[in-house]
C-alpha cells in the first residue's frame, strides 16, 4: 500500500501541537534537530555546496574515511532538508567494516528520516543499538533525542519520557536542562491517571518521581491545603528530584489561585424552553463543584440567571447585582450576542464556540464535536495511517463535521480516498457500506465470471484494498448498528476511529456488545476505573441517576466552568498552562477558546477501556490481557 508521508511543514505544526512547546537546543525539542530548523535560502546554498564537497573528498579517501566523509554529507543534506538526497546517499554507504560508532552514526540519521516521515517503527528499529556495542560520548545525547521522538509520535509517553531522563545528565547549558524537564512534563501529562498512580508502587527512580508529582498536580488541582500535605510526602520519597525546585512553587502557586474565589459569580443557563434540561445538567454540575469548593475556602457567591428572556437580558442583570465574572450562555446565538455588547466590563466565560474572532473578556467553553475530529484525526496521522475512508450521517452535523475532518486530514497529508453518507433513522446501513468498501465491484467480477464460464464460481466478497483507516462519525443507536454491518461486509482489521458521540458516557456490556474494536476519544469523566470512586460523580448519581445517564457530559462541562472561573487568569497569563478537568486537560489558546485534550478508549467486550501503551507500542485496551488469560 502507497505511503503518503506528511509534509515537513505538516510534521513540524502536527507535532507542535500536540506537545504544547518547542525549544531551541539540538537535543531537545521534536522537530528541532539541525536538520530539522528552517534553513534561509542562502545558508541552505552553502550546506549543499559543503555536502558536495564532502562528497568530492569522499571519493578519493579510504576506508574509513569514505564513509566518515558521507556520513558528513549526509548530515548537511538533512540540514538543508533535502530528505530524499541524504536518505539515498544513506542507502548507499556500506558501514559494514568500520567503526561501529561510524555504524551508530548512520542509524542516527536513518531514524531521524524515519521521523520526518512520521515513521516511528522504521525510527526506533534504527535507533536500537545492540546492548553489547560501545556507544561513543558524542553520541548519546542524539540517541536519547531521536528516541525520545520516536517513542513520541509511537504515542508511547512513558517511554518518550524515559529518554528523556536519560538525555538530562549529558546536557550542559541549564536553560537546555529546564527545556528537558518541561518535556517531560508535557509528555507524561498525556498519561491516563491509572498509567500515573501505578508509579507510586514502584521502587522510587527519577521517571516514577516525575509521574507522582503528576499525579498529585492532578488529584489536588484545586485543593491546595491537601496537595501541600501530598508534596510533603512526596519530596520526603525524593528528596534531591528536579521537580523540587521547578514544578513545586508553581504547583502550590496554581493551585492557592485557583482555589481562591472571593466576588460574586453569574451563572446564565437556559432554565426554561426547549434547552431547559441541558441548562438544568450544567447547573446542577456547577453547584456540585461550588459546594465541594467550599472545603478549600471558595466561598463566592453564585447567582444564577435564565436566559429564556434573552443573554444580554440576563448578563446586564448580573452585572447589575455586582457580579465580577460572568459564566455562560450556553447556546451559539446567545453568546453571539453578549459578544456584540461590545466592551465587557467583567470577564464572561461562554458555554460555547461560536466566535472565530472574540472581544476582549470573552472566553469561549464547550464541548466542540470539531476538537473532538481534529483530535481523531491528529492521532490517526500520528499512529501512521494515512488513506481514509469515512462513514457520516446526511445532514448539517455530518456535512460540518466532514469538512473539519478533511480539511485537517489533508492539510498534514492524508488522503481521503472515499466518504459515504447514511440516514441516521434507518436501521439497514448495508448500502452506503457495500459502496464504502467496493465489495460491489467485487460481486459485479463475480457475476461477469460466472456468465462466462456458465456455472457455479467460489467466491468470496473482497473490500477494497486501498484504505488503512475508516472514520465513523455515528450517535450510539447508529454505531451499534453500523459496527456488525461493517464486520458481515468484510471490513476485516481496518481501524474504526470515531469520537465520543459513539458512546453514551456509561457502560452497557449488552448494548454495546457489537462495538468491540472502535477506538475513540472521550473525556476523563466517562472513562477510566478512577471515575467510579470520583465524590463529585458518586454524589451526582445519587441525586440525579435518569439525568446523569442521559447527560453526563453535561453535568462534567458545568464542574469545569466552575473550576475554571478562577483559573482564568492563570491560563491567560502563563502561556502552556494545562489544567487538568472532567471534561479534558484544557488549555487556552490565542483566540481565548479553552481547548480540550482528549483520553482515548476501546471498546473490549462492551465495555470502553482506556488505552494504555503495549511493549511494541501498539495501543491495547487496559485489562485486555487479563481477561484473555
Same mark, same amino acid.
Given at each position: 500500500?502507497?505511503?503518503?508521508?506528511?509534509?515537513?511543514?505538516?510534521?513540524?505544526?502536527?507535532?507542535?501541537?500536540?506537545?504544547g512547546?518547542?525549544?531551541?537546543?539540538?537535543?531537545?525539542?521534536?522537530?528541532?534537530?539541525?536538520?530539522?530548523?528552517p534553513?534561509?535560502?542562502?545558508?541552505?546554498?552553502?550546506?549543499?555546496d559543503?555536502?558536495?564537497?564532502?562528497?568530492?573528498?569522499?571519493?578519493?579517501?579510504?576506508?574509513?574515511?569514505?564513509?566518515?566523509?558521507?556520513?558528513?554529507?549526509a548530515?548537511?543534506?538533512l540540514?538543508?532538508?533535502?530528505?530524499?538526497?541524504?536518505?539515498?546517499?544513506?542507502?548507499?554507504?556500506?558501514?559494514?567494516?568500520?567503526?561501529?560508532?561510524?555504524?551508530l552514526?548512520?542509524?542516527?540519521?536513518?531514524?531521524e528520516?524515519?521521523?520526518?516521515?512520521?515513521?516511528?517503527?522504521?525510527?526506533?528499529?534504527?535507533?536500537?543499538?545492540?546492548?553489547?556495542y560501545?556507544?561513543?560520548?558524542?553520541?548519546?545525547?542524539?540517541?536519547?533525542?531521536l528516541?525520545?521522538?520516536?517513542?513520541?509520535?509511537?504515542?508511547?509517553?512513558?517511554?518518550?519520557?524515559?529518554?528523556?531522563?536519560?538525555?538530562?545528565?549529558?546536557?550542559?547549558?541549564?536553560?537546555?536542562?529546564?527545556?528537558?524537564?518541561?518535556?517531560?512534563?508535557?509528555?507524561?501529562?498525556?498519561?491516563?491517571?491509572?498509567?500515573?498512580?501505578?508509579?507510586?508502587?514502584?521502587?522510587?527512580?527519577?521517571?516514577?518521581?516525575?509521574?507522582?508529582?503528576?499525579?498529585?498536580?492532578?488529584?489536588?488541582?484545586?485543593q491546595?491545603?491537601?496537595?501541600?500535605?501530598?508534596?510533603?510526602?512526596?519530596q520526603?520519597?525524593?528528596?534531591t528530584?528536579?521537580?523540587?525546585?521547578?514544578?513545586i512553587?508553581?504547583?502550590?502557586?496554581?493551585a492557592?489561585?485557583?482555589?481562591?474565589?472571593?466576588?460574586?459569580?453569574?451563572?446564565?443557563?437556559?432554565?426554561?424552553?426547549?434547552?431547559?434540561?441541558?441548562?438544568?445538567?450544567?447547573?446542577?454540575?456547577?453547584?456540585?463543584?461550588?459546594?465541594?469548593?467550599?472545603?478549600? =475556602?471558595?466561598?463566592? !457567591? @453564585?447567582?444564577? /440567571?435564565?436566559?429564556? %428572556?434573552?443573554?444580554?437580558? *440576563?448578563?446586564?442583570? $448580573? #452585572?447589575?447585582?455586582g457580579?465580577?465574572?460572568v459564566?455562560?450562555?450556553?447556546?451559539?446565538?446567545?453568546?453571539?450576542?453578549?459578544?456584540?455588547?461590545?466592551?465587557?466590563?467583567?470577564?464572561?466565560?461562554?458555554?460555547?464556540?461560536?466566535?472565530?474572532?472574540?472581544?476582549?473578556?470573552?472566553?469561549?467553553?464547550?464541548?466542540?464535536?470539531?476538537?473532538?475530529?481534529?483530535?481523531?484525526?491528529?492521532?490517526a496521522?500520528?499512529?501512521?495511517?494515512?488513506?481514509?475512508i469515512?462513514?457520516?450521517?446526511?445532514?448539517?452535523?455530518?456535512?460540518?463535521?466532514?469538512?473539519?475532518?478533511?480539511?485537517?486530514?489533508?492539510?498534514?497529508? =492524508?488522503?481521503?480516498? !472515499? @466518504?459515504?453518507? /447514511?440516514?441516521?433513522? %434507518?436501521?439497514?446501513?448495508? *448500502?452506503?457500506?457495500? $459502496? #464504502?468498501l467496493?465489495?460491489?465491484?467485487?460481486q459485479?467480477?463475480?457475476?461477469?465470471?460466472?456468465?462466462?464460464?456458465?456455472g457455479?464460481?467460489?467466491?468470496?466478497?473482497?473490500?477494497?484494498?486501498?484504505?488503512?483507516?475508516?472514520?465513523?462519525?455515528?450517535?450510539?443507536?447508529?454505531?451499534?448498528?453500523?459496527?456488525?454491518?461493517?464486520?458481515?461486509?468484510?471490513?476485516?482489521?481496518?481501524?474504526?476511529?470515531?469520537?465520543?458521540?459513539?458512546?453514551?458516557?456509561?457502560?452497557?456490556?449488552?448494548?454495546?456488545?457489537?462495538?468491540?474494536?472502535?477506538?475513540?476519544?472521550?473525556?476523563?469523566?466517562?472513562?477510566?476505573?478512577?471515575?467510579?470512586?470520583?465524590?463529585?460523580?458518586?454524589?451526582?448519581?445519587?441525586?440525579?441517576?435518569?439525568?446523569?445517564?442521559?447527560? $453526563?457530559?453535561?453535568?462534567?462541562?458545568?464542574?469545569?466552568?466552575?473550576?475554571?472561573?478562577?483559573?482564568?487568569?492563570?491560563?491567560?497569563?502563563?502561556?502552556?498552562?494545562?489544567?487538568?478537568?472532567?471534561?479534558?486537560?484544557?488549555?487556552?489558546?490565542?483566540?481565548?477558546?479553552?481547548?480540550?485534550?482528549?483520553?482515548?478508549?476501546?471498546?473490549?467486550?462492551g465495555?470502553?477501556?482506556?488505552?494504555?501503551?503495549?511493549?511494541?507500542?501498539?495501543?491495547?485496551?487496559?485489562?485486555?490481557?487479563?481477561?484473555?488469560?
Open positions: 500500500m502507497k505511503r503518503h508521508h506528511l509534509t515537513r511543514l505538516g510534521i513540524l505544526t502536527l507535532t507542535a501541537l500536540l506537545i512547546c518547542s525549544t531551541t537546543s539540538r537535543y531537545l525539542g521534536y522537530g528541532d534537530s539541525p536538520s530539522r530548523t534553513v534561509q535560502v542562502e545558508d541552505r546554498s552553502k550546506t549543499l559543503g555536502a558536495q564537497q564532502w562528497l568530492v573528498l569522499s571519493a578519493r579517501s579510504p576506508t574509513p574515511l569514505r564513509q566518515e566523509y558521507q556520513l558528513n554529507a548530515e548537511l543534506l540540514r538543508a532538508n533535502n530528505h530524499d538526497d541524504a536518505k539515498t546517499l544513506l542507502s548507499i554507504i556500506d558501514t559494514s567494516s568500520v567503526d561501529y560508532s561510524l555504524q552514526r548512520k542509524s542516527l540519521l536513518q531514524g528520516i524515519a521521523i520526518f516521515e512520521m515513521d516511528a517503527r522504521s525510527a526506533l528499529r534504527w535507533l536500537q543499538p545492540p546492548e553489547d560501545p556507544i561513543a560520548d558524542e553520541l548519546r545525547p542524539q540517541l536519547h533525542s528516541r525520545g521522538q520516536a517513542f513520541y509520535l509511537s504515542s508511547r509517553w512513558q517511554q518518550s519520557a524515559a529518554e528523556r531522563v536519560a538525555l538530562e545528565p549529558l546536557l550542559l547549558d541549564p536553560l537546555d536542562v529546564n527545556d528537558n524537564h518541561q518535556i517531560i512534563w508535557l509528555t507524561l501529562s498525556l498519561l491516563s491517571d491509572e498509567a500515573l498512580s501505578a508509579a507510586a508502587d514502584e521502587l522510587p527512580s527519577m521517571l516514577n518521581g516525575w509521574m507522582e508529582l503528576l499525579a498529585i498536580s492532578r488529584a489536588y488541582r484545586f491546595a491545603s491537601q496537595m501541600e500535605s501530598a508534596l510533603a510526602n512526596w520526603a520519597r525524593y528528596p528530584h528536579p521537580g523540587m525546585q521547578q514544578r512553587p508553581d504547583m502550590l502557586a496554581q492557592r489561585e485557583v482555589s481562591r474565589l472571593d466576588g460574586p459569580l453569574a451563572l446564565l443557563l437556559p432554565l426554561s424552553g426547549k434547552h431547559a434540561a441541558a441548562g438544568h445538567a450544567i447547573r446542577d454540575g456547577f453547584l456540585a463543584a461550588h459546594y465541594a469548593g467550599k472545603d478549600e =475556602g471558595r466561598n463566592g !457567591e @453564585v447567582r444564577i /440567571y435564565d436566559t429564556i %428572556g434573552g443573554a444580554e437580558q *440576563a448578563y446586564n442583570a $448580573a #452585572l447589575r447585582d457580579a465580577q465574572l459564566i455562560g450562555p450556553l447556546r451559539k446565538q446567545a453568546v453571539t450576542d453578549i459578544a456584540s455588547i461590545g466592551s465587557l466590563q467583567v470577564p464572561v466565560l461562554a458555554l460555547n464556540h461560536a466566535l472565530s474572532d472574540t472581544p476582549r473578556n470573552l472566553y469561549q467553553f464547550g464541548l466542540s464535536p470539531e476538537d473532538e475530529i481534529v483530535q481523531i484525526a491528529d492521532q496521522l500520528m499512529d501512521g495511517y494515512s488513506s481514509a469515512a462513514l457520516v450521517p446526511n445532514g448539517a452535523w455530518g456535512d460540518r463535521l466532514l469538512q473539519t475532518l478533511q480539511n485537517r486530514w489533508e492539510q498534514f497529508g =492524508g488522503e481521503m480516498l !472515499e @466518504v459515504q453518507r /447514511y440516514t441516521s433513522s %434507518g436501521s439497514d446501513f448495508s *448500502a452506503p457500506i457495500r $459502496a #464504502l467496493d465489495t460491489d465491484a467485487s459485479s467480477r463475480k457475476r461477469a465470471l460466472t456468465r462466462i464460464i456458465g457455479k464460481v467460489k467466491f468470496e466478497p473482497r473490500r477494497r484494498q486501498d484504505a488503512d483507516i475508516i472514520f465513523m462519525l455515528a450517535f450510539p443507536r447508529q454505531a451499534r448498528l453500523i459496527r456488525p454491518q461493517l464486520k458481515f461486509h468484510y471490513l476485516g482489521k481496518i481501524p474504526i476511529y470515531a469520537t465520543s458521540h459513539v458512546y453514551t458516557g456509561h457502560p452497557d456490556k449488552a448494548k454495546d456488545r457489537d462495538m468491540d474494536g472502535i477506538l475513540f476519544c472521550d473525556m476523563p469523566w466517562t472513562l477510566g476505573k478512577s471515575q467510579q470512586h470520583n465524590p463529585l460523580r458518586q454524589q451526582l448519581q445519587t441525586l440525579w441517576p435518569k439525568q446523569m445517564k442521559r447527560s $453526563a457530559r453535561l453535568y462534567a462541562l458545568g464542574i469545569d466552568a466552575y473550576n475554571l472561573a478562577p483559573a482564568l487568569n492563570v491560563l491567560a497569563n502563563r502561556p502552556g498552562t494545562r489544567v487538568e478537568g472532567e471534561s479534558g486537560t484544557l488549555y487556552l489558546d490565542e483566540q481565548h477558546n479553552i481547548r480540550r485534550i482528549l483520553r482515548w478508549a476501546s471498546f473490549v467486550r465495555e470502553p477501556r482506556p488505552l494504555v501503551q503495549a511493549a511494541a507500542g501498539v495501543k491495547t485496551p487496559s485489562g485486555a490481557q487479563a481477561d484473555e488469560q
